[in-house]
Nanobody
Framework: VQLQASGGGLVQAGGSLRVSCIAS????????MGWFRQAPGKEREFVAS????????YISDSVKGRFTISRDNAKNTVYLQMRSMKPEDTAVYYC?????????????????WGQGTQVTVSS
């Protein structure tokens, strides 16, 4: 499985941005897809995840009510819609995929990772 994230950029505080991640390869075997982020000098943290058919989602408390995760299996794509953004949302955002159902846990490591897309929120 290969994951290609896109859509990052510079946005002002209070603004919105949507990042996307397209999966290729053994996409039929993918169960859960998710988003993580890593700010400079900090560990990678979980942001959101979504189950195979979108019935179950997990959202980090730090973004709950502002970020929404969705997926389009016909396009093999997962989205992260970010609203009311804050400077502390600045990070490299990574998409991930797993052949098993996953919640918001980072361990054990997810099966596949994308290359990341930079999101910068200016104050």
């Amino acid at each position: 499985v290969q994951l290609q994230a896109s859509g990052g950029g510079l946005v002002q505080a209070g603004g919105s941005l949507r990042v996307s991640c397209i999966a290729s390869g053994r996409t039929l075997s993918i169960s859960t897809m998710g988003w993580f982020r890593q700010a400079p000098g900090k560990e990678r943290e979980f942001v959101a995840s979504i189950s195979r058919y979108g019935l179950t989602t997990y959202i980090s408390d730090s973004v709950k009510g502002r970020f929404t995760i969705s997926r389009d299996n016909a396009k093999n794509t997962v989205y992260l819609q970010m609203r009311s953004m804050k400077p502390e949302d600045t990070a490299v955002y990574y998409c991930a995929a797993d052949f098993n159902f996953r919640d918001g846990s980072t361990k054990p490591p997810w099966d596949y990772w994308g290359q990341g897309t930079q999101v910068t929120v200016s104050s």
